[in-house]
């Protein structure tokens, strides 16, 4: 499957997820990653069918997935929704991910790391740019209605 077989809308929210997670740059993410990417696009799955996916894609038993076998595994859980419902799901998943203990915000520096990891080309003036802007009270938190304002603004339009 090449990337001709996604329509574009499939294939930013796949690399935006692969880069995510390709912390280093090398094209690669380890299969330790994928059920953590998985949930983020929506899909809770036991370890066993995570693996089971993997071993489809990774014939050769490498460890790792490049791009290209990232999309084999995950394209067919990416349904394209233009319903702005959906895509606040998608943003309240995201956010649920990171803020981990719960507390219903996540603290700037959190926010600019999702910043930086989906657009690696933000730089720090312009991540202190986004930040001041969504952070306008300098609480140095951000809740979900300001994540998901900056996401939209930002990330997905």
Not at 43 to 59: G, M, R, T, W, Y
């Given at each position: 499957?090449?990337?001709?077989?996604?329509?574009?809308?499939?294939?930013?929210?796949?690399?935006?997820?692969?880069?995510?997670?390709?912390?280093?740059?090398?094209?690669?993410?380890?299969?330790?990653?994928?059920?953590?990417?998985?949930?983020?696009?929506?899909q809770k799955?036991?370890?066993?069918?995570?693996?089971?996916?993997?071993?489809?894609?990774?014939?050769?038993?490498?460890?790792?997935?490049?791009?290209?076998?990232?999309?084999?595994?995950?394209?067919?859980?990416?349904?394209?929704?233009?319903?702005?419902?959906?895509?606040?799901?998608?943003?309240?998943?995201?956010?649920?991910?990171?803020?981990?203990?719960?507390?219903?915000?996540?603290?700037?520096?959190?926010?600019?790391?999702?910043?930086?990891?989906?657009?690696?080309?933000?730089?720090?003036?312009?991540?202190?740019?986004?930040?001041?802007?969504?952070?306008?009270?300098?609480?140095?938190?951000?809740?979900?209605?300001?994540?998901?304002?900056?996401?939209?603004?930002?990330v997905y339009?």
């Amino acid at each position: 499957m090449g990337d001709g077989e996604y329509d574009k809308e499939q294939l930013r929210i796949l690399r935006n997820a692969f880069k995510a997670f390709d912390h280093d740059g090398s094209g690669w993410i380890e299969h330790a990653d994928v059920s953590s990417i998985l949930e983020i696009l929506g899909q809770k799955l036991e370890p066993p069918a995570v693996k089971a996916l993997i071993k489809e894609v990774d014939k050769g038993a490498t460890g790792k997935l490049d791009f290209s076998q990232f999309c084999k595994l995950a394209a067919r859980f990416i349904e394209v929704e233009e319903d702005v419902g959906a895509l606040q799901n998608e943003l309240k998943e995201a956010f649920r991910v990171y803020d981990k203990e719960g507390k219903g915000y996540l603290t700037v520096a959190t926010l600019r790391g999702i910043l930086h990891e989906l657009d690696d080309k933000l730089s720090n003036q312009d991540l202190d740019m986004i930040i001041e802007e969504i952070d306008a009270d300098g609480s140095g938190t951000v809740d979900f209605d300001e994540f998901m304002q900056v996401m939209t603004d930002y990330v997905y339009f």
